[in-house]
């Protein structure tokens, strides 16, 4: 069965400091994808991120970064420069197109970013 | 502009009033799903629908049924709400030949 552990429940960092988020997760499958979303305080989920199992490139968008190592099954989250903006909910997603494409989630690391 | 709405966002009800929570998507997805998201167990499935007249149960089916008679709609429907079913709900959608879920802005439901 699949599975997404993020162990950091919250994280509180100044504005200006980087921070990771870590994704942990367990598939069977050799074909999945990992996802991470955003829940600003506003409550809706907004996408950030899609990679899937064959293409293990980090990748880089603005202070945004990922690193997906296939290794030791984790898909960490890396915002540089933090923001109070950044603050939020994210969440790390496992879909496999065995299970229906179902997204299974972690339970979330809540983001303060303190001016 | 492209988006999954639902209605209502926010609903109070009783114990066994029956009520439905619509979902449309104007992106001409093919498939669509059902969430619901509660403090301490996070997000869960409830259904899911590949296609008009496809649909299937998630982890957490009890309590909900849905129909997929459109492909622009995909109402989740409780017969008979009970006090375990207060979440919040998000309807997603998906577009063909990835499965990249984009959600709605969220129902929030309490049943007393």
């Known amino acids: 069965a699949q599975k997404v552990t993020q162990a950091q429940t919250e994280i509180s960092v100044v504005e200006k400091e980087d921070v990771t988020l870590d994704c942990v997760y367990e598939?069977?499958?050799?074909?999945?994808?990992l996802f991470w979303y955003k829940q600003p305080p506003s409550g809706e989920l907004v996408f950030l991120i899609r990679r899937n199992s064959f293409d293990e490139q980090n990748e880089i968008s603005g202070r945004y970064s990922w690193n997906f190592q296939k290794s030791t099954s984790s898909f960490n989250f890396t915002i540089t420069a933090s923001q109070v903006v950044d603050s939020a909910v994210y969440f790390c997603?496992?879909?496999?197109?065995?299970?229906?494409?179902?997204?299974?989630f972690g339970g979330g690391t809540r983001l303060m970013v303190k001016p | 502009e492209a988006q999954v709405t639902q209605n209502p966002r926010y609903l109070i009800t009783v114990t066994g009033k029956k009520l439905t929570v619509t979902c449309s998507q104007n992106m001409n997805h093919e498939y669509m799903s059902w969430y619901r998201q509660d403090p301490g167990l996070g997000l869960r499935q409830i259904y899911y629908s590949m296609n008009v007249e496809v649909t299937d149960k998630g982890d957490v089916p009890e309590g909900y049924k849905v129909s997929r008679k459109e492909k622009r709609n995909f109402p989740l429907i409780l017969e008979s709400p009970s006090p375990n079913q207060t979440s919040l709900y998000f309807c997603a959608s998906s577009p063909p030949r990835t499965d990249t879920q984009y959600f709605g802005p969220g129902t929030r439901l309490t049943v007393l």
């Open positions: 997603a496992l879909s496999e197109p065995q299970a229906g494409n179902m997204l299974t």
């Open positions: 598939t069977r499958d050799t074909t999945y994808y």
